[in-house]
């Protein structure tokens, strides 16, 4: 099938070939903002107003509905969409859009509902002249949708079945003040109200299976809008300050609450994806996104086309769309993923990078030292050094203390052991990281610490920018310096590494140039003479077949097991 994604102009002749729903989705793991993010803002070329609903027909074209008309968008352009001359929308004002299983497109507007199929516009008139607000189809393929006056706020549920049209609640009773629709994945179809008042109750009618049953909330801005379900069946329903959970009980309790600093938002749409993320649109404060037990916003000032939410959508891709009164935006899922303070990183700086053995990563940040284990950040600094951190970032850990041995400030060089203690450098010193405890390692100096290896013997050694070569016996012996000059190198090394088939290691420099060191001695060294890339080293890395692989500003080298 083809889709938005791919441009979709293909599509006709990609139809013979199916659609997988499963073929593609967001990871659930991941924030808002690690996903690829595309808008169309209004008045840029593509869209001349904004979007307030959406649907996808079974050739992959996305629908948009707008105050002037209807659009049909292939993820690059949009064409304004015209009926046939011998037949007409009730309006050109379009509030709702659905795409049915049978191919038919049903079109919503302020002034009645039509449906489009096979070049056929057909208005149904027992609806003309009322507001349709929401257009869903159940699993019998019977069409529901909420009728109504927005100004008096008087709104009916009604049913399409072969095309007869059956109102319910135009004299009060079930029906009555319907304004949303969802039907859950046990075909019971629920109707959220709105009275003519804010004082009117508020509240939920559930309609199928069974007499329909009436579940009262209190009153709600613009009704009870926005419903969608949790993993395990039960409603949830967009509320102030977060999503609420009704029981079986019929009570609704607060599941999902929003940070701290959103408590006051007003949420209308409620959309849960494929893989479970719960996605909550505000009339002025953005998306909330919530997976996983985590939570995380992302507004205009994120780059969000505006913080008005209009609707959300997700395509048979499983691209989430998100309509705001500044256009359209899409999200989704993309082959590398950056981890930020958005994350729980104190910085977004990373000077050195760890990948231990147990499968934890450590970063070494201009704000400290950074762990991060299961979707976890932790940070570890000192007391009173970082920046400060905001109770809502609940993805963050801070552990800070007045203890010496923590690290503060820039955290430059990162490495594990043989123990699996895990080496750290800063300004003030060097340490380790052992059995939950950061151990610092006397005699070793602070300031910049290029890099730091182990040997075959498990000594550990740190290269100093200015001071020298330090080894760190693995046992009891008092630590050893190499001065620069020893070595004929005015420059310090820009990475280190031990061989894996000899005891010494491999040094090169920021000036360029890799050493042998054996014994503190130089046993062999290479320049451009040899074919080395010219300038600054970069990285030094071993391959499982012994080749010492060099990375310089000149370009990749090799150096055939290690010679």
Not at 240 to 251: H, N, Q, W, Y
């Amino acid at each position: 099938m083809a889709t938005v994604r791919n441009r979709i102009v293909l599509a006709a002749s990609l139809l013979v070939l199916g659609w997988s729903p499963c073929a593609l989705a967001l990871n659930p793991a991941l924030d808002v903002s690690q996903y690829a993010h595309t808008a169309w803002r209004v008045g840029e070329g593509v869209l001349p107003r904004p979007v307030v609903a959406i649907a996808q027909t079974p050739d992959g074209y996305l629908w948009l509905a707008t105050e002037a008309g209807l659009l049909r968008f292939d993820g690059i352009r949009s064409v304004p969409w015209q009926p046939p001359s011998d037949q007409r929308l009730p309006s050109n004002r379009i509030t709702w859009l659905l795409s049915a299983r049978d191919g038919t497109l049903w079109v919503g507007t302020d002034k009645g509902l039509a449906s489009w199929k096979a070049g056929r516009l057909l208005q149904h008139t027992e609806l003309a002249g009322r507001a349709i607000s929401k257009v869903v189809e159940d699993h019998d393929g019977v069409i529901w949708t909420t009728a109504g006056n927005y100004a008096t706020n008087k709104w009916v549920l009604c049913s399409i079945r072969d095309h007869r049209v059956e109102c319910y609640g135009e004299e009060g009773g079930p029906g009555a003040g319907a304004i949303d629709i969802y039907e859950d994945t046990r075909g019971i179809l629920w109707a959220g109200t709105i009275g003519a008042s804010v004082e009117r109750a508020n509240g939920l009618w559930r309609w199928k299976a069974g007499a329909p049953k009436f579940y009262p909330l209190p009153p709600k801005v613009n009704g009870i809008q926005g419903l969608s379900e949790d993993n395990n069946g039960a409603l949830l329903v967009s509320w102030p300050g977060g999503v609420m959970r009704l029981s079986d009980a019929g009570e609704a309790v607060m599941r999902y609450p929003f940070p701290p600093s959103m408590l006051q938002v007003q949420p209308i749409r409620l959309l849960r994806d494929r893989d479970g993320g719960l996605w909550v649109g505000s009339l002025s404060k953005g998306l909330v996104h919530m997976h996983e037990g985590r939570r995380d916003a992302f507004a205009q000032a994120d780059g969000l086309s505006g913080d008005a939410i209009w609707t959300l959508f997700e395509d048979r891709e499983g691209d989430i769309w998100v309509a705001t009164i500044g256009g359209l935006d899409r999200f989704h899922d993309v082959a590398a993923v950056t981890y930020s303070v958005k994350q729980g990183f104190s910085s977004s700086r990373i000077n050195s990078l760890l990948a231990s053995r147990d499968g934890t990563i450590w970063a070494g940040t201009s704000d400290g030292l950074n762990k991060w284990d299961n979707g976890q950040a932790t940070v570890f600094r000192k007391r009173g050094t970082g920046t400060p951190v905001s109770p809502e970032e609940g993805a963050r850990t801070i552990h800070e203390t007045n203890s010496p041995e923590l690290p503060s400030g820039d955290v430059e060089s990162i490495f594990e052991d043989a123990r699996g203690r895990v080496w750290f450098s800063t300004a003030r010193g060097v340490g380790y990281f052992e059995n939950g405890r950061f151990i610092s390692v006397p005699g070793l100096p602070g300031g910049i610490t290029r890099a730091i290896s182990t040997d075959q013997q498990s000594n550990t050694w740190v290269a100093h920018q200015e001071l020298g070569l330090f080894r760190v016996p693995s046992y009891g012996a008092d630590i050893a310096r190499i001065p620069w000059a020893n070595l004929n190198h005015r420059d310090a090394p820009s990475a280190m590494t031990s061989d894996p088939s000899r005891d010494g290691l491999w040094l090169g420099f920021v000036g360029g140039g890799i050493v042998y060191l054996q014994n503190g001695k130089i046993e062999s060294s290479y320049t451009t003479r040899d074919g080395l890339g010219d300038g600054q080293v970069r990285n030094l890395h071993f391959d499982h077949d012994g080749t010492l692989w060099a990375a310089t500003d000149g370009g990749l080298s090799r150096l055939k097991n290690g010679r």
